[in-house]
């Protein structure tokens, strides 16, 4: 039961943090390289392939969470829709890692 309370409370400080202003995740939650993916997912959904900077082609990067990044810069416009979206997309990914290793302790 406290776990699922901590598991709980852990995703909500999330969602709170998730729909502050944009100056606010860039300075307080959001790691510097996560704007190397939203760049490359950008030039992606824009159809300039898998770059950077719009000319270089890059694999430097994690595909599964590219493909997911994918939809955040096709669906929505501007730079906070499609980072908060990615934003809950992590917190469902943090909520089922929590139950999925509470799952193995138990066993």
């Not at 699922?4 to 999330?14: D, F, K, M, N, R």
């Not at 900077?53 to 499609?82: Q, R, S």
Request: with cysteine; aromatic share 14%.
């Amino acid at each position: 039961m406290l776990t699922a309370v901590v598991i709980a409370l852990s995703a909500l400080i999330q969602l709170v943090a998730a729909f502050q202003p944009l100056d606010f995740l860039v300075a307080n939650v959001l790691p510097d390289d996560a704007f190397y993916y939203f760049e490359i997912a950008r030039n992606i959904v824009a159809g300039h392939g898998s770059s950077f900077d719009g000319v270089n082609l890059t694999n430097g990067y994690h595909p599964l969470w590219l493909i997911l990044n994918l939809p955040a810069f096709a669906w929505f416009d501007g730079h906070l829709l499609p980072i908060q979206f990615l934003l809950l997309i992590s917190i469902g990914l943090n909520v089922l890692t929590a139950v999925f290793c509470l799952k193995f302790s138990h066993a």
